[in-house]
């Protein structure tokens, strides 16, 4: 490594210590919408599309399909 890239490492690693310990309301600011950012990004792909729905809702369709499964059952041993 050069001696400036390593001044630059140097530069820029003292320039975030800089932003994460000043205390300065717009890098406190920055930083929430940051974390913030972090977090919102996978939690909007992960439930886009997907319907929410109640507990009583899944008890409802789990209940149908078994009675499904069952009744579809004894008729294929009744034959």
Known sequence: MSSSEAKAGKAF??????????GDKKHVMAGIVLISAVFAVPWYLMTRGAKHQ??????????KARSQRLSSSSASSAK
């Open 54 to 63: 109640s507990h009583q809702d899944y008890l409802e369709k789990a209940d």
């Open 13 to 22: 690693r003292a320039k975030m210590e800089h932003y994460l310990y000043s």
